[in-house]
């Protein structure tokens, strides 16, 4: 059994251990990032490279090949932190990535860096081998909402298909090169109508979010927004 010192009483949004390294820790959340080394006792000691009284909220967080770490966060910005000679992380670079805030970062296995926009219902493809100069972006429609999370369907395949989940609880599933398909439906606020056809086994959904769709035993039929 190993003990991490608690971290702080702001919102935790991830942790995750380092790729290379077994006794590096990163938590992420509001106005934190924190690289954990685990000691021979078992002890974690922490190294906060992100210190009060920032309150910008760390969404994201992902890995290059050579285990550089790449954050995201609610302002906008993607930052990409090297390790110096001594050991210690400093800032390699940062750039504004999306409008109002990343929520999501998928790095894929050539080195393409996915980014997702959670105001801005984008999604953007960086390229990491030359200083994330932009490669493309698409933006979804309104009806389906922000991205929430972006995962490729076969991880370390170059095939470019990805899913990604909504903000208006709805699964998407396309690529940057071609357009996104709604795969799975659901109302994004409270349902409000429920009517069953009497004959069939069909039954219609009304909800806040202003969608009506038309369901055939669990299968979506169509759905369409109320203006």
Same mark, same amino acid.
């Given at each position: 059994?190993?003990? &991490?010192?608690?971290?702080?009483?702001?919102?935790?949004?991830?942790?995750?251990? %380092?790729?290379? /390294? +077994?006794?590096?820790?990163?938590? %992420?959340?509001?106005? %934190?990032?924190?690289?954990?080394?685990?000691?021979?006792?078992?002890?974690?000691?922490?190294? /906060?490279? &992100?210190?009060?009284?920032?309150?910008?909220? &760390?969404?994201?967080?992902?890995?290059?090949?050579?285990?550089?770490?790449?954050?995201?966060?609610? /302002?906008?910005?993607?930052?990409?932190?090297?390790?110096?000679?001594?050991?210690?992380?400093?800032?390699?670079?940062?750039?504004?990535?999306?409008?109002?805030?990343?929520?999501?970062?998928?790095?894929?296995?050539?080195?393409?860096?996915?980014?997702?926009?959670?105001?801005?219902?984008?999604?953007?493809?960086?390229?990491?081998?030359?200083?994330?100069?932009?490669?493309?972006?698409?933006?979804?429609?309104?009806?389906?909402?922000?991205?929430?999370?972006?995962?490729?369907?076969?991880?370390?395949?170059?095939?470019?298909?990805?899913?990604?989940?909504?903000?208006?609880?709805?699964?998407?599933?396309?690529?940057?090169?071609?357009?996104?398909?709604?795969?799975?439906?659901?109302?994004?606020?409270?349902?409000?109508?429920? $009517?069953?056809?009497? +004959?069939?086994?069909?039954? $219609?959904? $009304?909800? %806040? +979010?202003?969608?009506?769709?038309?369901?055939?035993?669990?299968?979506?039929?169509?759905?369409?927004?109320?203006?």
């Amino acid at each position: 059994m190993y003990i &991490i010192r608690a971290t702080l009483q702001e919102e935790l949004t991830g942790a995750v251990f %380092h790729p290379l /390294d +077994d006794n590096l820790m990163i938590t %992420h959340g509001k106005g %934190h990032l924190t690289f954990w080394n685990r000691r021979k006792d078992g002890f974690f000691e922490r190294t /906060d490279i &992100i210190k009060p009284p920032s309150r910008t909220l &760390i969404t994201s967080l992902q890995f290059e090949q050579d285990g550089d770490v790449i954050t995201a966060d609610s /302002d906008g910005f993607i930052t990409v932190y090297s390790v110096d000679a001594d050991g210690a992380y400093f800032v390699r670079m940062e750039y504004e990535a999306h409008n109002k805030g990343v929520s999501s970062l998928i790095m894929l296995s050539e080195g393409t860096l996915l980014s997702g926009g959670e105001k801005d219902r984008r999604i953007a493809a960086w390229d990491s081998l030359q200083n994330y100069k932009k490669i493309t972006d698409t933006k979804l429609p309104e009806a389906f909402g922000g991205v929430r999370s972006i995962y490729p369907q076969r991880p370390g395949r170059n095939d470019g298909n990805i899913y990604v989940g909504t903000t208006k609880n709805n699964i998407l599933e396309g690529s940057l090169q071609r357009r996104f398909n709604q795969v799975v439906f659901g109302h994004g606020r409270q349902l409000w109508g429920l $009517a069953v056809h009497p +004959d069939d086994e069909v039954f $219609a959904t $009304a909800g %806040h +979010d202003k969608n009506i769709a038309l369901w055939r035993k669990n299968k979506l039929i169509w759905v369409t927004q109320d203006q």
